[in-house]
């Protein structure tokens, strides 16, 4: 930060018997050499130099006698890039020691006013009464004081006290406070938030060290200190080394005051790019107890996390295919014993392996199109999985083991350029450990079949309707069918019923059982769009979409035909949006599952607006967002859902801002949350104060935000929870 300093005027002492002065380079417009005393006078223009070393001012006097160097008026200083101004100079040639007074400098975008620099050596410095900004205009924004500082330049600087001023108004004070200096990424003390809340009473939090070890790696020890409640210690790593590997690790450890409990959480993630192309991943998460995350974490996001998920991941290219090594273990916090029979508590898979090899042509595609047939359009693929996993109950575990492959053989044309058929035929064979009996190394293999069919029909119709020249409604229907016998093959050379399969085989993860019969679905699809010329270009809107889709099989015993399923958006203009799901199930008459969304997006923008200017109503830049969402309960007792969310942005000047945000029950007649926002923005530092209420948080949140320096800040945060 002030290796502006550097003002080193010569180099160090000469050991030899030539004169200091006589390797240095100076001129003036007079120069005044006194033979008794050796003295040197330069006046007007006056400068000297040496090595990367200049100085210049009105007048500059060298004292032999005393081997001091003296500057005044409008003096001047560079020193290997470094400039500084100041209204006199003193420089002691034995000791290498300077002052200089009303000093003026500049470095790394900010500026550096003091009454006195001393230059103890090259690596230390004393400054008084120093004043430090980025603001670059003549009254600043915003300031730094100090009454004292010592500067280690290219490493830190200790200023004791220190007071942030806005507008010459004083609003932060410490009584004592360290800043790294270090051009780019360097160590130092972090700034704390200091604040009170009703649960945790005063405290001290984000308090500790930074460590930038390299451009690759870096840790932060923080501490945060609650009154009432605890005191924590969290240690977050972060390493990075493009297109070699990533990650982050935070161990968090905190003591509760009420009962002296130790509780603490481990992170880690962690992904190698080996030189053969091999992807390592890895990802760990462990806490002392299930309910840590619910109780210590801030945001509500954090708090409601019901899953732990450690996993190990190896993954590489063979050939075109891709092959994957995974271990995973998942932990569900929220299943808490004794509370719901057969709950699962936690889930083991290692390992998991598996190969796969994309779609690709079943035969290659010949060089001249012309020769090209139906057989050159069929892709086939093929995926193989083996799988070892554990599921962990209050009581009771299971134990399943597995390998499963399949292959899947399809085409795609359209014949006539009209109508699109995309046959598939899917073969698939898996082996257990063992089957519900006992038996060892039982397996089935199975095929299945199916088609699809679909088509687009186009309709123009011209029209002025909103400015719109031109509207095109598509239709395009479809049907697809699958198919797939009902007896399978097992490994005991027999075939069996499909239907019986559950009284044979484990099912669990992605190993299914071999299912039999017929589904046709059925599926149309409307679509509405406009064209219209607008500043000479043509622009293409889609203005509504109505899909309905259902499905037969007639296998069933009853209710062959699945309840229909429409779904409607509309889009009329820019700023509003509406969608509607439902479906019917035609053999109870009932329409089931209805959903309405409705969204407008509005701005307006008033570009006359100066900065700070009379407050006005209309026109000003603002911004609105409403949704609204209802979920009527149609024949249950259960209350509707009907939510209100409500954005709101208001710039009342180009320096002052507004920002609302409403989260609202009208089933209820309650808010769920509230959050509202003022911010003042200057060209060089920013002020936000945020209100927020709801069931789960309520507090407010002060900051104070330097934009040069955005690790300089002052916050203050209270919060009920």
């Known amino acids: 930060m002030l290796a502006l300093l550097f003002f080193i005027l010569v180099s160090q002492p000469d050991t030899t018997s030539v004169e200091p002065m006589e390797s240095m380079a100076y001129s003036a417009d007079s120069l005044i050499f006194n033979i008794s005393n050796e003295n040197l006078s330069l006046i007007g223009s006056a400068s000297l130099g040496q090595d990367r070393m200049s100085i210049s001012a009105d007048t500059i006097r060298y004292l032999s006698t005393e081997e001091v160097v003296l500057a005044s008026e409008n003096v001047q200083l560079s020193d290997g890039g470094d400039d500084a101004t100041g209204a006199a100079l003193i420089y002691h040639m034995p000791t290498s020691t300077a002052r200089i007074f009303s000093t003026t400098s500049f470095y790394d975008r900010a500026q550096y006013n003091s009454e006195t620099v001393t230059m103890l050596s090259r690596d230390e410095f004393n400054l008084t009464n120093v004043v430090f900004t980025s603001c670059e205009k003549d009254t600043f924004d915003y300031y730094f004081w ?11 600087a200790v200023a004791k006290p220190i007071i ?7 609003i932060f004070w410490l009584p004592y406070a360290v800043f790294p200096i270090r051009r780019g990424r360097s160590s130092g003390f972090t700034i704390p938030t200091i604040g009170s809340s009703s649960r945790d009473g005063r405290y001290i939090r984000k308090i500790g060290y930074y460590f930038g070890f390299s451009d690759y790696f870096d840790l932060l020890l923080s501490s945060d200190l609650m009154e009432k409640t605890r005191f924590q210690v969290t240690i977050t790593e972060r390493h990075n080394l493009r297109y070699v590997m990533n990650g982050r690790s935070r161990i968090q450890w905190r003591r509760q005051f009420a009962n002296s409990r130790d509780r603490w959480l481990v992170e880690s993630t962690h992904t190698h790019e ?11 998460n462990f806490v002392s107890d299930r309910s840590y995350l619910e109780e210590t974490q801030q945001t509500p996001q954090e708090r409601m996390e019901g899953e732990l998920r450690s996993w190990l991941s190896f993954s590489k290219n063979i050939g075109r295919g891709s092959a994957q090594v995974n271990m995973e273990y998942t932990e569900y916090l929220d299943a808490l014993p004794d509370t719901i029979d057969y709950e699962i508590l936690s889930e083991l898979s290692a390992p998991d392996i598996r ?19 139906l057989w050159h359009s069929l892709y086939w693929n093929f995926n193989s999985h083996y799988l070892t ?5 209050e009581d009771s575990s299971l134990y399943n083991a597995g390998f499963k492959m399949s292959s899947t053989m399809s085409s795609s044309n359209r014949l006539g350029g009209i109508l699109s058929v995309s046959p598939w035929f899917k073969a698939t064979g898996t082996m257990y450990d063992r089957d519900l009996q006992g038996n060892k190394l039982p397996g089935w293999f199975h095929n299945s079949a199916g088609i699809s069919l679909s088509t687009d029909i186009y309709g123009m ?30 490994t005991d050379g027999e075939f069996h019923d499909a239907e019986n399969a559950d009284s044979v085989y484990y099912r669990f993860s992605d190993f299914s059982l071999p299912s039999s019969g017929t589904v046709v679905t059925f599926s149309l699809l409307n679509q509405l769009e406009g064209k219209r010329l607008n500043r000479g270009t043509i622009q293409k809107k889609s203005l509504a979409e109505l899909s309905v889709s259902t499905s037969w099989s007639p296998d069933r015993e009853d209710q062959t035909f699945t309840p229909f399923a429409a779904s409607l958006n509309l889009t009329p203009a820019q700023w509003i949006s509406s969608r509607v799901n439902s479906s019917y199930n035609q053999y109870t008459g009932q329409a089931e599952n209805l959903s309405f969304t409705t969204t407008i997006q509005l701005a307006g923008d008033d570009p006359t607006m100066q900065p700070d200017s009379n407050f006005i109503l209309i026109p000003l830049s603002w911004r609105l967002n409403l949704s609204h969402s209802w979920n009527p309960s149609l024949y249950s007792q259960e209350d509707d859902l009907n939510k209100l969310r409500l954005s709101v942005n208001l710039n009342l000047t180009t320096r002052w801002s507004l920002n609302y945000r409403a989260y609202y029950d009208i089933t ?11 911010k003042r923005d ?33 916050e203050q945060h209270t919060s009920s929870f």
């Open 146 to 156: 100090s009454e004292m500082m010592k500067v280690y330049p290219d490493d830190k």
């Open 164 to 170: 942030l001023y806005i507008q010459d108004t004083p």
């Open 274 to 284: 080996l030189a053969d192309g091999t992807m390592v991943r890895l990802a760990g």
């Open 355 to 373: 190969y796969t090899l994309p779609s690709a042509p079943l035969l290659e595609n010949p060089a001249d199109p012309a020769n090209h047939r």
């Open 389 to 393: 996993e554990k599921t962990e109950w």
């Open 461 to 490: 119709f011209s029209t002025s309707l909103a400015g719109y020249s031109v509207l095109r409604h598509t239709i395009s229907p479809s049907i697809s069918t699958s198919w797939a016998p009902e007896r399978y093959f097992a």
């Open 668 to 678: 209820e007649d309650n808010f769920i949350s509230q959050d509202y926002s003022i």
């Open 682 to 714: 200057l060209d060089s530092w920013e002020a936000i104060f945020t209100r927020h209420v709801s069931d789960i948080d309520t507090g407010f949140y002060f900051r104070i935000n330097i934009k040069a320096f955005p690790d300089i800040k002052v």
